[in-house]
């Protein structure tokens, strides 16, 4: 296991409400990536934080959003959400946000939207 | 675009049998490659990955991986397979240039039998 953990396991919302999703990066990490898991389907990116700075981001319209804490834990915002939103929720930490870095993906929140 | 792929959504092979799992990848320059495992409801496991150097990568549990330039293709494979290997796999690629966009391919399910 890594020591990447992420809050709430699991999550019940309906359409156009809000949502926050929580994770805590390992120890000694300070760049945090989040990833939406649609069902059998590969990870998308949504985007990337380094030091408190949103450093790269993927296809996702701007209602996703994100921070991250001096201490680089990080949080992903969705507002207004759709049906679609419907996922699995990945974080992963890296010691640095170069490219070579290995990620280290916390066990997910799946994220179900009514 | 850039992309991943991984030809087969399945693989099945017999308890120690050598195993690949394929992946190629269209992506421009000299990216990074990795690979992923994720068991039932668990977050994405680190096995290995080429950053440069010699084209077999070792990997965690016997695992290893063949990056072929030429073919851009970077195939997983394991020389006795167990069933405990059975899990889903990943293929994933960060480009060398233009932010910190990990792609990933929509996965394989390696099924092994005892």
């Known amino acids: 296991e890594t020591g990447v953990t992420q809050s709430p396991t699991h999550l019940i919302k309906t359409r156009g409400q809000q949502v926050t999703l929580r994770c805590s990066s390992q120890s000694g990490h300070n760049t945090v990536s989040w990833y939406q898991q649609a069902l059998g389907q590969g990870p998308q990116f949504i985007f990337q934080y380094y030091r408190e700075e949103e450093n790269g981001r993927g296809n996702f319209p701007p209602r996703f959003s994100g921070l991250q804490f001096p201490n680089y834990s990080s949080e992903l915002n969705v507002n207004a959400l759709e049906l679609d939103d419907s996922a699995l929720y990945l974080c992963?930490?890296?010691?640095?946000?170069?490219?070579?870095?290995?990620?280290?993906f916390g066990p997910g929140t799946r994220l179900l939207v009514l | 675009a850039q992309s991943v792929a991984q030809p087969e959504d399945q693989v099945n092979v017999a308890e120690g049998n050598p195993l690949t799992v394929k992946c190629t990848y269209s992506v421009s320059g000299n990216p990074y490659l990795f690979w992923y495992v994720q068991y039932p409801n668990r977050g994405l496991q680190f096995l290995l990955k080429?950053?440069?150097?010699?084209?077999l990568v070792k990997g965690s549990y016997g695992f290893e991986a063949e990056f072929n330039k030429s073919q851009t293709s970077f195939h997983l494979k394991k020389p006795s397979a167990l069933v405990s290997d059975s899990a889903l796999y990943f293929c994933a690629v960060r480009p060398d240039t233009g932010g910190f966009k990990t792609i990933f391919g929509a996965g394989t399910r390696l099924f092994v039998k005892a």
């Open positions: 080429y950053i440069t150097g010699d084209n």
């Open positions: 992963a930490s890296s010691l640095a946000a170069s490219g070579g870095e290995t990620q280290y």
